[in-house]
């Protein structure tokens, strides 16, 4: 995402869609399980996120894009969690914009009462918590401000997060996340710098997917058969599935290497049996990567409901 400083953010609209509830979407990859948990979905500019996505080339990439965007063209941003639970593994990837102000996009304090939703043991069963990268609409309630101090959200999980990307943000924090949302799992011995392709379990592992951010990485899940993907902010808009070249200029530390990765991994999801997960993809959230010929295109996947 943009940072801060940026004056496109003068562009941004902040009208949020909160959600409710009722409304989480729960998906099965064999074994596991995947809910989505919600802090809002938000309307913004394309142009203020990615410069080249023109209205021109919207109207030509096709009607399975109208989930994705209003009437009149503007981007549906969606900021959610994914709760996966695999066996009685429970981890969390990425948290949202979260408490914290100012920040370029709004969070949203609802998102605690969404968690707790999805969470049949509460933010005390969370083991562990993926950070995708260090941007502050993805680790935004890896704490929650209690008084003068940032608390941690999930007492008894180990915050995991690339040692590329902890290094490059220790290095240049412009976003201002450390010390409200790293520091206090550091200070406590709970954040774990790892390699891009760790394994957190038999079923979910970390992919490198660098370019977005230095050390940015995606999460894959292998259960009985069946894998999903998870983008983290490889993606930011399924568009970009059928124009990997759009990169989102204002917060791609490196617009090459974030298209090379997107190539890469669309190479890999084409035609597969691999559910999709956006990471700011907006209700269907998931979907294939599918190649006919008009090109290459995203089948939202809304699943029965997993009782
Ligand atoms: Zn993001």
């Known amino acids: 995402m943009p940072d801060g400083r940026s004056s496109a953010e003068q562009r941004v609209e902040r009208v949020v869609h909160h959600e409710d509830p009722a409304d989480a979407l729960r998906w099965r990859v064999g074994d596991v399980t995947v809910t989505r948990v919600p802090e809002g979905v938000i309307e913004i500019s394309p142009r203020w996120l990615m410069p080249d996505l023109t209205r021109e080339l919207l109207a030509g990439v096709g009607d399975w894009v109208e989930s994705y965007f209003t009437a009149e063209g503007r981007m549906l941003l969606s900021m959610h969690s994914f709760v996966v639970e695999s066996g009685d593994l429970v981890v969390v990837v990425d948290t949202c914009v979260g408490g914290h102000t100012p920040r370029p996009l709004p969070g949203d304090d609802g998102f605690g009462t969404r968690l707790e939703q999805a969470l049949p043991g509460g933010v005390e069963s969370v083991d562990v918590v993926v950070c995708t990268h260090l941007h502050f609409d993805h680790v935004g309630w890896n704490t929650r401000r209690v008084g003068d101090a940032w608390v941690p959200t999930f007492p008894n999980a180990r915050y995991l997060v690339s040692e590329e990307e902890l290094r490059a943000t220790r290095a240049d924090d412009g976003m201002e996340v450390m010390e409200p949302s790293v520091t206090p799992r550091a200070e406590r011995g709970l954040l774990d710098a790892v390699a891009p392709d760790h394994h957190i379990d038999g079923c979910v592992r970390l992919v490198p997917s660098a370019g977005h951010s230095p050390g940015h990485v995606c999460v894959e899940i292998e259960s009985a058969g069946e894998r999903a993907l998870i983008t983290g902010d490889s993606f930011h808009t399924p568009v970009q599935f ?21 190539e890469r991994l669309i190479d890999e999801l084409r035609d597969s049996a691999t559910l999709v997960f956006g990471t700011h993809f907006a209700p269907p959230t998931a979907g294939h990567v599918r190649r006919s010929a008009g090109g290459t295109w995203f089948e939202g996947w809304v699943p029965d409901p997993v009782s």
């Open 242 to 262: 059928a124009h990997p070249e759009i990169s989102a200029t204002y917060a791609d530390f490196d617009p090459a290497a974030a298209t090379t990765t997107r």
